[in-house]
């Protein structure tokens, strides 16, 4: 079915092109999911799928938030992430560096290196993730590499594991 | 060259994995762009590659900012737009439906959708576009498409050709 009888103008009816912000980084018809499904390596942590994808866009939108004090999982993978913050403020770890981020600046997370978000203790951080639909599964650190990762300086009181 | 001797934590340093927000949807060492090489389709409309992709990332996200009263042009293509809107407001046409838009709403553009951006004329119109790096090139209405699209209430005082 179509909208209209000109062929030039027809598009499937049945898609809403636009997905309202309700508010509070939440949207209309979009559900908060669980960061994972289980799991004592991340705290506090909540997952919305923006845009999914599919055969004409090979990559897809994420929206994830923490909690004030919550974290992401330490963790690497061959696939990349492109990061945006748009909420809040807190650190990330990437490689051996831990960097201070906030409201819109841009993260990028290159291939098997190990990273990890957390929110500050006071307001939480929210932030769009771009990757590829088909991606590998994420490794965690086994204990050679936590204790290497133990081993530096900011890096060793930063990382939860 | 690596940071560290242990290879586990080893990873390309020559890439600085945070880029900052400047102010102003600026960011540090991102060029701000013409957003085509040339027409009189489009007004003052300015373009920004955030995330460029890559081997381990299929698609790339720019950020477009539309100032006071501008648009982007009317245009259809294979590929698709996934869009969110970051800064101000405005409205856009995607296939026959004229949508008011803000900060946080997304916006879907499926393929072969005719579809154009416009600003309010008090305040700029900023979004972020999530497309495939390899991508065909937009067409623009023939005469036939441009005067069925003119015809259609609401849509027809919208575009501009």
Chains 1, 2 share one sequence.
């Not at 748009?86 to 409201?103: A, H, K, M, N, P």
């Not at 990757?131 to 081993?151: F, G, M, T």
Request: proline share 6%; with cysteine; net charge negative.
């Amino acid at each position: 079915m179509t909208f209209n009888s000109q062929p030039d103008l027809a598009y499937p009816m049945t898609m809403n092109s636009v997905i309202q912000h309700i508010g509070g980084h939440r949207w209309n018809g979009v559900p908060v999911l669980n960061y994972k499904e289980e799991g004592t390596h991340f705290k506090a942590i909540s997952r919305q799928i923006l845009f999914e994808g599919g055969p004409k866009l090979a990559a897809e939108l994420r929206y994830f938030e923490i909690e004030p004090g919550g974290h992401s999982t330490l963790e690497r993978h061959d696939h990349i992430h492109s990061v945006m913050v748009i909420r809040g403020r807190g650190q990330c770890l990437v490689g051996t560096t831990v960097y201070d981020i906030t409201g819109n600046d841009l993260i990028s997370v290159p291939t098997m290196t190990w990273h990890q978000f957390r929110a500050t203790t006071d307001e939480p951080l929210g932030f769009i993730c771009l990757v590829n639909i088909e991606r590998d599964r994420p490794e965690r650190p086994d204990a050679d590499s936590a204790a290497n990762l133990q081993a530096l300086p900011v890096v060793g009181d930063f990382i939860r594991l």
